[in-house]
């Protein structure tokens, strides 16, 4: 039995004070589909937003929902991964959420815990206490509510707008694109003769077939979240595993000059010339209606 994913943080919902978890695992938001629903919300997309742990730490992003995701009044862009921080406010459809942290959750129930019930006597003479303390102090409670305000306002200024973070995609398609760059510079540094090749089957060898080994890992981590990204996701996979493989038939035509490695490498060019020209169509996002 897997052990259950630690939660450290809490939607706090605004109206009602339910508090859902938010474990370092993905959280879609929606309508209809995925982790927390609000099916009567008209306003929400059928999957409107998620909240998901990237290396920057937690994020959130709009799924290209029909009527938008906004962090602390900042309507974020569809589709682009922002940062998600305690004390953020989120508001999706007629949902209002703030993110709280579970340490904070729980001081509040320790202080509360603590809170010993008065006395008996003490009860029977609250109302005529109240009403004294209503007329001496009514104008600085009122004074003291207003700086309360006024400080609770200060702090939702200071905490810090969301930013645009990497999403896992962003950080493989980076990692692919490096790749990719560094095989056509070792290409051609031994076309101009700056590299033997012997020297070259060692690059490719110890260098770029151990890169390509970490990127094609990475690529099975991650997960794509529209029919646009799977498709692109096996896309890449595939271009990974035939670039693996024209790259060891590189280094061994470097090394052996036998036929059959020759013949190899054809093949493999041939797959990956096949296989980019399909990757061009996935250079820009189709336009997704909800």
């Not at 897997?2 to 959280?27: C, D």
């Not at 920057?56 to 290209?64: E, K, P, R, S, T």
């Amino acid at each position: 039995m897997g052990a259950v994913p630690r939660v450290k943080f809490y939607l706090v919902h605004m109206e009602t004070g339910q508090r859902y978890p938010v474990s370092t695992e993905e959280v879609v938001i929606g309508r209809t589909s995925g982790d927390l629903l609000f099916p009567n919300d008209s306003k929400l997309s059928n999957q409107h937003c998620r909240i998901v742990m990237t290396p920057q730490g937690l994020a959130i992003h709009d799924m290209n929902s029909a009527n938008g995701t906004t962090v602390d009044g900042q309507r974020l862009t569809p589709e682009t991964v922002f940062t998600f921080k305690a004390g953020h406010t989120l508001e999706i459809g007629a949902q209002t959420f703030k993110l709280q942290e579970a340490g904070h959750a729980r001081k509040l129930r320790r202080r509360n815990k603590k809170s010993a019930p008065p006395p008996s006597g003490f009860m029977q003479a609250l109302p005529w206490i109240l009403g004294i303390l209503t007329i001496f102090f009514g104008t600085r409670f009122a004074n003291q509510v207003a700086e309360m305000r006024e400080k609770r306002a200060s702090l939702q200024a200071k905490t810090p707008a969301p930013t645009q973070v990497e999403s896992p995609m962003d950080i493989v398609d980076k990692e692919v694109r490096a790749v990719f760059d560094r095989y056509r510079q070792i290409g051609s540094d031994h076309q101009s003769g700056k590299l033997p090749e012997k020297q070259l089957a060692r690059l490719l060898r110890q260098e770029l077939l151990p890169t390509l080994g970490r990127v094609q890992t990475r690529l099975g981590a991650v997960r794509g979240q529209t029919e646009f990204e799977r498709r692109k996701l096996d896309n890449t996979r595939q271009l990974i595993t035939a670039l693996i493989g024209q790259v060891t038939a590189m280094a061994d035509v470097a090394e052996k000059k036998d036929p059959k490695s020759n013949a190899r490498l054809q093949k493999f060019s041939e797959q990956l010339q096949v296989l980019n020209e399909q990757a061009q169509t996935f250079k820009r996002k189709p336009a997704q209606s909800n």
